[in-house]
């Protein structure tokens, strides 16, 4: 309960306990933050890692009058920490899938799932590593599981870079810009829950459709077998009037 508490009073504070790990470590944040930021992205055992509020606070921190850090050298830094992440996330992906979804018969290892996954990254792959840079959790996995459907490296590539200059900029570039407006300053724990919420309303959206699917799903078969009986009703209603 208590690390849940401190991780709460770390999300709420992330401008001051970053003011504090600035004054600490000196030009070595840059480093830290490279970590934390390829760390995310590039390891499917650390998704929860605060990526868009950090980057958000770490602009803000930028931009303070008398700050050290350089908001020039961050954005191409930060940039590359983010594509190497998803670039070492999809090649373990790649080099992981064939040994691990290999099983006939499995119900979660089966290979139907395998290509199921490569179908639906074929599809719409760009526009999933894109989107899922702005989705907590969901942008740790998303280029594991598109190296292990084999999606094709050059496309992936593509939009690995797209979605981590974007990703990067807008929250960085935001907070730069943007953090110290006396509003959001003074108020800095509202906009990292907003963050946070906005970030997961996505999969709060794709949950509900998700029921909502399975809800029709169960309820189509049951119209669709009551039909037939309907329409032999309505014969035998049909054969039987002139006799009547």
């Not at 600490?24 to 868009?52: A, H, K, S």
């Not at 639906?120 to 292990?148: C, D, L, N, S």
């Not at 953090?179 to 906009?191: A, R």
């Not at 829950?193 to 909502?212: F, H, K, T």
Request: proline fraction near 5%; charge should be neutral; hydrophobic fraction near 50%.
């Amino acid at each position: 309960m208590d690390l849940v508490r401190q991780g709460i009073d770390l999300l709420l504070h992330l401008d001051k306990h970053l003011d504090t790990v600035a004054t600490t470590f000196g030009p070595w944040l840059y480093l830290l933050m490279f970590v934390v930021i390829f760390c995310e992205t590039g390891l499917v055992v650390t998704p929860i890692l605060p990526g868009d509020s950090l980057l958000f606070a770490f602009g803000m921190l930028a931009a303070r009058e008398g700050s050290h850090l350089s908001i020039a050298l961050s954005v191409p830094l930060l940039i590359v920490a983010a594509i190497a992440g998803d670039a070492v996330n999809y090649w373990v992906g790649y080099v992981l899938g064939p040994k691990v979804f290999h099983y006939e018969n499995s119900w979660l290892l089966n290979k139907k799932h395998l290509v199921h996954t490569h179908e639906f990254y074929e599809r719409h792959g760009g526009k999933t590593i894109v989107i899922a840079r702005f989705i907590p959790i969901v942008r740790t996995f998303a280029p594991f599981v598109a190296g292990i459907a084999r999606m094709g490296y050059v496309r992936f590539w593509q939009f690995n870079c797209v979605g981590g200059a974007t990703w990067i900029c807008l929250f960085l570039l935001g907070g730069y810009y943007f953090g110290n407006i006396p509003l959001i300053k003074n108020h800095f724990e509202f906009v990292m829950v907003a963050i946070v919420l906005i970030s997961v309303m996505p999969m709060g959206i794709e949950w509900l459709n998700a029921r909502r699917r399975a809800r029709l799903a169960v309820v189509a078969p049951s119209i669709a077998g009551a039909e037939p009986v309907a329409i032999a009703a309505e014969r035998t209603s049909a054969l039987e009037s002139p006799h009547s």
